[in-house]
């Protein structure tokens, strides 16, 4: 049974509603409407039912803020009730482009102020609503998932954090290390992965691409990107190949080991397209390197999918290895703040994320099981069918 038909004989736990704060505003409003969509098409029958009282509306959006003092200081504010909801609060912790003054500095916001405005919401709501989550595509801090000396265990702590204010589960995007959640086995995680939307945005963009064994081929950049690798290759059908770094531990640069080389293990490249699959682009640098090595091998065509797009050190490396015909093209999804000049570059594709993340809100809202959601391999499957159809996406 689809999800659509199960939303149709599922009640919803509660009446929805969902706070997108500053930092995904955009994204918060397609999630809505898609929301919108879908209620307007379903429970046509019963809807006048006392069971189904708001169910259907034009804006499930909560008015919120988080005003500022002049010190810096901000507190939060819901404009409108939120009693006995089924609350989802969604925020970016990356959106680095919002701003605020402490005594007349402009600072720009980082994931701790963003954290911060997302603990003063949830306080806000704690006690009204009737069940919270929180959606936070990129996890904050999860890149300090593990701990290797004397060293804080921030995303733990976080998870921790959260639930002990009152919410009830978290949902994330491709976190990167998922066992993060063991620090609160009481509660609701779930991280999904966007593997389905890669290849929908990749035929898309480029339709000659052939998604076959003799054609193409998956690669990881790092060991810790494997599992990735390795379910779009088993899922596609085709080889994988992966890079691992050499690194000098003698050294510690920025907060890590630099990398000396990176080291090829797989099939030969040569004349095939490839397709290069990772979590995040950060400052791309590592990202690039293993696109300059597979040219060099000679590859075909070169196509990088990554959840989040954070370009932390801008875009003229990656403008200068696409004119180099380094890269083809760069897909990544807009869970995360995109800076609007990337939208202008020629070797992006953006995979929209807005629909499926309703369809998990929706999901949940009823209760309803979201395991089709997670494993998006029969999606792929029709995907490709399609393809070999000739069919238009």
């Known amino acids: ?134 959606i936070m595509p990129f996890l904050y801090e999860s890149r300090q998932h593990k701990r290797s000396k004397r060293e804080s265990l921030d995303c733990a702590l976080a998870l921790q954090e959260l639930t002990e204010m009152g919410v009830s589960s978290i949902i994330t995007f491709d976190a990167h290390d998922p066992r993060v959640q063991n620090s609160i086995p009481l509660k609701g995680f779930d991280s999904f992965n966007p593997p389905y939307q890669f290849m929908k945005a990749l035929f898309r963009a480029v339709p000659d691409l052939q998604p076959d064994k003799d054609h193409l081929m998956i690669v990881s950049p790092d060991e810790g990107a494997m599992h990735r690798a390795v379910y779009f290759s088993n899922v596609l059908g085709v080889d994988m190949g992966m890079f691992y770094k050499r690194r000098d531990y003698s050294v510690i640069k920025n907060g890590k080991n630099p990398i000396v080389a990176h080291e090829f293990l797989g099939d030969d490249v040569a004349g095939k397209d490839v397709i290069i699959v990772d979590d995040m682009i950060s400052s791309g640098g590592s990202m690039l390197d293993v696109a300059k090595q597979l040219k060099e091998r000679n590859a075909g065509r070169v196509f990088v999918c990554t959840t989040f797009g954070l370009f932390t050190e801008g875009f003229e490396s990656f403008d200068e290895y696409y004119e180099k015909g380094y890269i083809n093209k760069v897909v990544t999804t807009n869970l995360t703040y995109l800076p609007p000049e990337l939208y202008q570059k020629p070797y992006f594709v953006m995979a929209d994320m807005s629909k499926f993340l309703a369809l998990i809100i929706d999901s949940i809202n009823h209760d309803i099981t979201i395991g089709a959601v997670l494993n998006p391999t029969d999606k792929i499957h029709t995907l490709l069918e399609k393809k070999a159809r000739g069919e238009k996406f």
């Open 1 to 134: 049974m689809s999800n659509i038909e199960l939303l149709e004989r599922t009640l919803p736990a509660a009446p929805l509603k969902i706070v997108a704060m500053e930092s995904c505003k955009e994204l918060g409003q397609k999630v809505n409407d898609y929301i919108v969509s879908f209620r307007e098409n379903t429970i046509n029958e019963v809807s006048e039912s006392p069971l189904y009282v708001n169910y259907r509306s034009n804006n499930y959006l909560v008015d919120c803020c988080c005003p500022r003092f002049g010190t810096g200081e901000a507190k939060g504010m819901l404009r409108e009730t939120i009693r006995g909801t089924d609350l989802f609060i969604m925020t970016d912790v990356c959106n680095y482009s919002l701003t605020y003054t402490v005594s007349g500095h402009l600072n720009h916001m980082s994931p701790d102020d963003h954290f911060q405005d997302l603990k003063r919401i949830i306080s806000a709501a704690t006690g009204k609503a009737r069940r919270i989550s929180v």
